[in-house]
């Protein structure tokens, strides 16, 4: 029996691990700053504790994501650069229209 297939899904991208997203609000009547931990695995994004989180990552490093918690819900989308990452966020949360940008850093 081979196993090249299973391993080959299970392969690590140059961006695994948790990372700390902090969201800070640029327009719209929402919390100033908000963080959360993501998890990379691969080229997936997903939530690393709280809310749910789809999305990907490039290997050259371009994410894109949804977050949902409850009612609110937001996307993303930015570059990640070796253990670091920028990039911009709009979303409706508690029901206001908010936008900004995150930052996130490999823990």
Sequence with gaps: MSTSAGAA???GGAYDGTWNV???TRAGNCSSTNSAPFSIVGTRVSSAGGG???GGVTRGGAVAVNISVGLSHASGKGRLVGNAGTGRWSGIILGDRCSGTWAARRT
């Design 52 to 54: 749910k989180v789809t």
């Design 9 to 11: 899904g299970l392969k």
């Design 22 to 24: 902090t969201f800070t």
